[in-house]
């Protein structure tokens, strides 16, 4: 199983600043995916990532919402202005190859926590 | 639009009992379902999935799951369950594909199962 590793693992911000949660993962994946989890919620998809582009986004990932790639390793959510609804575990998940039905391999988590 | 639902918020089985884990779905085209776990303050582990073939799929520790089309269930199971089997349970489903293919995973809502040793 692929190893993914997120940091930070707990992240407190004040409403209005930016944030940026990081995922690393540890061999060659072709498609990222950024999930959050509410308290008490299911998972829900936020996007996913692809040849260094999104491929495909929900209609949760609004325009506070990026994700990038800067150095080819690292895979980046970043949120411009945290709401307090935004306080949530947020999942990186990557997936190894372009068949479709490979299973998607989860990261600790970064909790999210906005005050 | 697929979805899936898990009946039960939590289900309580004593050790060394089966446990079942109800999910159903709903999807257009060819299903391609999961089952993962989560423990506390941890991500999410993979368990199994259903592709096609045999419509009961083994996985890890000991879990399997039974894929019914006519009922579109796909039903976790362990013939005997242990203390550590405690966790909350997701069954998910592949996204059938709008073109672009990233198969993003949609997720139930989560099975508490407590283990009562």
């Known amino acids: 199983e692929p190893e993914v590793t997120q940091t930070p693992s707990h992240q407190v911000t004040q409403m209005g600043q930016e944030v940026i949660l990081r995922c690393v993962p540890i061999s060659n994946h072709l498609y990222f995916y950024w999930y959050r989890q509410i308290l008490g919620q299911k998972v829900e998809f936020l996007v996913s990532?692809?040849?260094?582009?999104?491929?495909?986004k929900s209609e949760i990932f609004d325009d506070q919402f990026s994700v990038e790639r800067p150095d080819g390793s690292n895979f980046t959510l970043k949120i411009r202005s945290t709401k307090l609804e935004d306080s949530a575990m947020y999942f990186c998940?990557?997936?190894?190859?372009?068949?479709?039905?490979?299973?998607?391999?989860f990261g600790p988590g970064t909790r999210l926590t906005v005050l | 639009a697929q979805s899936v639902a898990q009946p039960e918020d939590q289900v309580n089985v004593a050790e060394g009992n089966p446990l079942t884990v109800k999910c159903t779905y709903s999807v257009s085209g060819n299903p391609y379902l999961f089952w993962y776990v989560q423990y506390p303050n941890r991500g999410l582990q993979f368990l199994l999935k259903y592709i096609t073939g045999d419509n009961l799929v083994k996985g890890s520790y000991g879990f399997e799951a039974e894929f019914n089309k006519s009922q579109t269930s796909f039903h976790l199971k362990k013939p005997s369950a242990l203390v550590s089997d405690s966790a909350l349970y997701f069954c998910?489903?592949?996204?059938?594909?709008?073109?672009?293919?990233?198969?993003?995973?949609?997720f139930g809502k989560g099975t508490k199962l407590s283990v009562i040793p």
């Open positions: 998910a489903v592949r996204d059938d594909g709008t073109g672009a293919g990233s198969y993003q995973l949609t």
């Open positions: 998940a990557l997936r190894e190859a372009l068949e479709p039905y490979n299973e998607q391999f």
């Open positions: 990532f692809y040849n260094n582009e999104i491929s495909e």
